[in-house]
C-alpha cells in the first residue's frame, strides 16, 4: 500500500496496512503505526514516532528541526499518539535537548496549517483549529478545543477542557475548564456546554463554577483567592487540580474581564 512515487527509506519501521500516497518522503529513524493514511506531499523526517490509524494530510511535515538557535544537532523526537489526523501543511518540529521530544496526544485533530514548536506536549481530544501558532515549550491538557488563527506564546501553560476563543493571543496561562475570549485574553465563563459532553454532572459544574467565582469576581486577590477556597470548600479531584494549576503557573493566569488585579 506504498505508492512507488514515493521515497520511504528502507530503514523506516512501517506497520501493517499503512498506506503512503505518491511524492512522500520518509526518513530512516522512523516508525509509523499500524492502519495509517499519509496523503501525497509529505514529508517525515528522523525522530517521527506515529501511532496506528492515523490520518497525515498533504503537505503535512512531521519532526523537522527545531526552529530554536540553540539546538545542536542532538537527537530528538516527534511523537504522534493513535488515531489522530493532521490536517494540510500542518508543522509539528522535534524537541531539544530541554525536554527531547514534542509530543501530541491520542485522538487529536490539528486542522490546516497549524504549527506545534519543539518541547511541546499536547494532551489527549485537543482539537487546534486552522492556522494555530503553538511556541515552544507550550503544555497544552486533555480535551482543549483551540480556535482558529490563535497563538501561544512559548513556555504557556492550558489546563483540560479549556475552550479559546478564535483569535486569541495567549500570554497567560490558562487554568482547567474555562473558556478565554476578548482581548486582551480574560476569563469568559466556565467551558459549561464542553463539560456536560464529556459526562460532568451539574453537581459537579456548579462547583466548579463557585471555585471561578472566588477567583474571577469576588474581588480578592489571588493568593486571597486561594486562601479562601481551600478554607470554604471541600477538596476533590477538580477543586485540587485548579488549586495546582495555578499555584504552579510562573506567569500567572489570565484575568477576569475587566479586571485590574494581579
Known amino acids: 500500500m506504498i505508492h512507488q512515487l514515493t521515497a520511504v527509506d528502507p530503514r523506516a519501521k512501517i506497520g501493517k496496512n499503512v498506506t503512503v500516497e505518491p511524492f512522500t518522503t520518509i526518513a530512516s529513524d522512523v516508525v509509523i ?7 501525497s506531499n509529505v514529508t517525515i523526517m528522523d525522530g517521527a514516532r506515529i501511532g496506528k490509524n492515523c490520518k497525515i494530510f498533504p503537505g503535512t511535515v512531521i519532526s523537522a528541526i527545531p526552529q530554536d538557535l540553540k539546538f545542536d544537532g542532538e537527537d530528538t523526537q516527534t511523537i504522534i499518539g493513535d488515531n489522530t489526523t493532521l490536517r494540510e501543511c500542518v508543522t509539528i518540529n522535534r524537541g531539544t535537548k530541554a525536554l527531547g521530544f514534542t509530543k ?3 485522538d487529536c485533530l490539528i ?6 514548536a519543539h518541547d511541546c506536549i499536547l494532551g489527549d481530544n485537543v482539537i487546534i483549529a486552522n492556522g494555530c501558532g503553538i511556541a515552544g515549550h507550550v503544555e497544552i491538557g486533555d480535551f482543549v478545543v483551540m480556535g482558529g488563527l490563535s497563538a501561544v506564546q512559548q513556555f504557556g501553560k492550558i489546563g483540560k477542557h479549556v475552550m479559546i476563543s478564535g483569535g486569541s493571543l495567549i500570554r497567560k496561562d490558562i487554568p482547567p475548564y474555562v473558556k478565554v475570549a476578548r482581548e486582551p485574553i480574560s476569563y469568559a ?5 464542553g463539560l456536560r459532553r464529556r ?6 459544574i456548579f462547583e466548579i463554577q463557585k471555585i471561578y467565582r472566588a477567583i474571577f469576581q469576588m474581588k480578592m486577590n489571588t ?3 486561594i486562601e479562601y477556597i481551600e478554607k ?5 479531584v477538580e477543586r485540587d487540580e485548579i488549586i495546582t494549576f495555578i499555584q504552579n503557573s510562573p506567569r500567572g493566569i489570565v484575568k477576569g474581564y475587566g479586571s485590574t488585579k494581579e
Do not use: C, R, Y
Open 111 to 116: 486542522m490546516a496549517t497549524s504549527h506545534v
Open 232 to 236: 470554604e470548600m471541600l477538596p476533590t
Open 104 to 106: 501530541v496526544g491520542n
Open 189 to 193: 465563563g466556565i467551558n459549561s456546554v
Open 33 to 39: 503505526g499500524a492502519g495509517t493514511w499519509i496523503g
Open 223 to 225: 493568593t486571597q483567592a
Open 199 to 204: 459526562g460532568f454532572t451539574n453537581d459537579k
